[in-house]
DNA sequence: TCTCTAATTGCAAGTCTATTGCAATTACCA
DNA sequence: TGGTAATTGCAATAGACTTGCAATTAGAGA
């Protein structure tokens, strides 16, 4: 875990606990975004006793700051997290039959983002980009 | 309203009722996609009375025979649906301080789908793209 | 090390969006 | 003009997420 998540945390007027030690642990070593519910079985799988509630005020922290990235997907009805620090911007791709989420380490967006600044006069803070349809195996 | 709305309803087994009719008319007439409660505020405000209920699973039929897309923003927590029929696939952006939504009509990412299936196997059906920002009154 | 305060946490309850069960109503076709 | 399947309303339920509050804990300063 890097030293400056300690740092970021601090500089927000949070601390680096025990509990928040455990969330960001378990997402690290998690190759997909991982939702609220989730975070909070393998948790306990692994021994961590941390209320459901407290995942849930620790991962807003944690995205607060920038840690950690929250991904919405279409009609999964519910926010995934994956560590965001010292990650490059991604997006995404899920396949409709078995659920898969895949990375991909691309973002193709910085000239049409210019382009829609100049067209519509908006400041554009953010965008979101997912793709879904069938995996290799579910074809 | 066009002929084929009720013919695609038709061959789903589905009737195009007075209720259908009147939350086809609401999308018809409005600019930016609306929420369930948003759309049943202006059914009322018509003086068309129907459930909440009603006017979700009306949403649902529309959607799933493509009449309607279902648009999800990012952090809104409630889906959104605008007509689909007869109009070009497109994407919106939001402003983060007022909420209003606007069109972009135009969808940068034939090219890139093309080498995701390349690279991943996937096979794409599917993808939400949203932009989020400072609309020119609220910058 | 001790103390004090603010941050953190757990538990219970609440909120909000969306869905489901079921009986009553309605549309449509034979 | 029935008969039947689709549609609708109302009540209850589900599921994700949030909030209130009291108890606990971290850690800065004495
Ligand atoms: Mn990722
Ligand atoms: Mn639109
Ligand atoms: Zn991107
Ligand atoms: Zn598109």
């Given amino acids: 875990m890097h030293s400056t998540i300690n740092e970021d945390l601090r500089a927000a007027g949070h601390r680096l606990t025990r509990t928040r030690r455990a969330v960001l642990d378990v997402l690290e070593r998690t190759k997909y975004p991982l939702s609220a519910s989730e975070l909070y079985q393998r948790l306990q799988r692994n021994k961590v006793s941390i209320d459901l509630?407290?995942?849930?005020?620790?991962?807003?922290?944690?995205?607060?700051?920038?840690?950690?990235?929250?991904?919405?997907?279409?009609q999964e009805g519910q926010a995934r997290f994956e560590i965001q620090h010292g990650r490059e911007h991604h997006h995404h791709i899920r396949c409709q039959t078995c659920g898969k989420i895949a990375d991909l380490l691309l973002c193709p967006l910085k000239k049409i983002t210019a382009f829609i600044e100049k067209e519509t006069k908006f400041i554009v803070n953010e965008h979101t980009l997912e793709f879904s349809g069938l995996c290799p195996k579910c074809q």
């Fill in 53 to 74: 509630v407290t995942v849930y005020r620790t991962l807003t922290v944690l995205r607060d700051i920038g840690l950690v990235a929250q991904i919405e997907l279409h």
